[in-house]
């Protein structure tokens, strides 16, 4: 069974701080990972997303993926009260949609 | 606006009835997905679809029912065989094909309360 494994958290850190959420899953066919963030009552919002190994930054994200060790991250810089949300983690071992796996997500709160 | 619509966002249900959850995409997404957030906890899949005419078994789609009679909707019914339908329901559509990597995308979600 493909798993994607997080730490639920919550996780706390100050303002201005570097925020790292980290993922694991467990199928080394496993293609595409995504991350997800989700504010209180609402519905996940697309954020990165990365597909080869190493890193990818978009703004104050980055995007981290180690195939060997099947992990990936992400890590938000300069974290800012707004950023205070459940971030998914997911991921895809295919690209025709039913070999999509989301992890449980892991709360971040930002504290000022 | 290309987007996906859930509707209502609010809904209510008497005990032994049936609802039906509204979701509709404009995106041309060939595949469509529900499902169910409970408080405090992950998304779990009911059912999804991949092209018209055809759908899957998600890991919770007892108690629930789906159509997919055209490409941009899929309604997704509760019947009274679902205890404990009080949850936030997710719809999400994605690509699907060699040219894409499967990433999903969310409507705003439709929050169902048994009273």
């Known amino acids: 069974q493909k798993e994607v494994e997080q730490n639920s958290g919550p996780l706390s850190v100050p303002e201005g701080a570097i925020a790292s959420l980290n993922c694991t899953y467990s199928?080394?066919?496993?293609?595409?990972f995504f991350w997800y963030r989700q504010y209180s009552g609402k519905s996940p919002e697309l954020i990165m997303f990365?597909?080869?190994?190493g890193d990818k930054e978009d703004g104050r994200f980055t995007a981290q993926l180690n195939k060997a060790s099947q992990y990936v991250s992400l890590l938000i810089r300069d974290s800012q009260p707004s950023d205070s949300a459940t971030y998914l983690c997911?991921?895809?071992?295919?690209?025709?949609?039913?070999?999509?796996?989301f992890g449980p997500g892991t709360r971040l709160s930002v504290l000022p | 606006d290309g987007g996906i619509t859930q509707s209502p966002k609010y809904l209510f249900r008497k005990e032994g009835q049936n609802v039906t959850l509204s979701c509709e995409q404009n995106?041309?997404?060939?595949?469509m997905y529900w499902y169910r957030q409970d408080p405090g906890q992950g998304l779990r899949l009911i059912y999804y679809?991949?092209?018209?005419?055809?759908?899957q078994k998600g890991d919770i789609a007892e108690g629930y029912s789906v159509s997919r009679e055209k490409k941009e909707s899929f309604p997704l019914t509760v019947t009274s065989a679902q205890k404990n339908p009080t949850a936030f329901y997710l719809c999400?559509?994605?690509?699907?094909?060699?040219?894409?990597?499967?990433?999903?995308?969310f409507g705003p979600g439709t929050r169902l309360t048994v009273l």
């Open positions: 199928d080394r066919g496993s293609q595409s």
């Open positions: 990365i597909y080869s190994n």
């Open positions: 999400a559509s994605s690509m699907t094909g060699r040219t894409t990597r499967g990433e999903q995308f």
């Open positions: 997911a991921v895809a071992y295919d690209n025709y949609g039913q070999n999509f796996v």
């Open positions: 995106l041309n997404h060939d595949a």
């Open positions: 679809s991949q092209i018209v005419n055809d759908f």
